[in-house]
């Protein structure tokens, strides 16, 4: 049996894409089977890891409006042990067209459930608000992991998204728990960086992942070559973050044994 895990924030721009596709790769490099959804109508998950959306015929959006069956349309990657399911923007309409169905919150979860022991981890990237394309991912997820970015506004947002949790919790998925809060974009350069780190730390304590998200300019090129940071440069800071980030979670979910000193973040000069 897998696990199912969301990558959701509403607040844009904090790293949610680059940590979906980053994570799956870093998983699957790890030998586990992966499977990376894209549930974004921007599709950025899907063209990060090298397809058009322009030539994606069937999407996730078919697979939830038009029960179209999910193994049809899985697109093996680059990457061994990595698959997608891609995204279109089509999925945009997904939202006024699951109003009217029954259990319309629950349509993705039926779609991960014919698929879901083909894979040792499925990931979910949602899209930058609370719609119900992303409730549906909540409720079909044993977890979210929750980027925050070490800027200014870094909490803003956060309590409405950890409401919607408790929401979905309470009504739809009761299973679901917080896998963990990620600190993206770190900057060594700034105080702020460091600020926000103690600040979201003090505030979530256990919740906070160890694994730190450093900026690196690496992770901001790859997805224009159609890459995730594994394939793109795996000597670079990024992934090193986000593979340290991979055997925390593996860890946590006590898939390996990892030695503490692992888990620490390796600093490399930028690349």
Known sequence: ??????????????????????????????????????????????????FDPKNIKTSIYECIIDDVEPKNIILNTSTPNLDLIPAHIDLVGAELELINLPNREKMMKKVISKIRNNYDFILIDCSPSLGLVTINALAASDSVIIPVQCEYFALEGLGKLLNTIKIVQTRLNTDLNIEGILLTMFDTRLRLSNQVVEEVRTHFQQMVFDTIIFRNTKLGEAPSFGETIITHDVQSRGAINYLSLAREILQKNEMTKINQADKKITITNER
Do not use: F
Request: charged letters at 15%; a positive charge.
């Open 1 to 50: 049996m897998s696990k199912v895990i969301a990558i959701a924030n509403q607040k844009g721009g904090v790293g949610k894409t680059t940590t979906a596709m980053n994570l799956a790769a870093s998983l699957a490099v790890l030998d586990q089977k992966t499977l990376l959804i894209d549930a974004d109508p921007q599709a950025n998950a899907t063209s990060g890891i090298g």
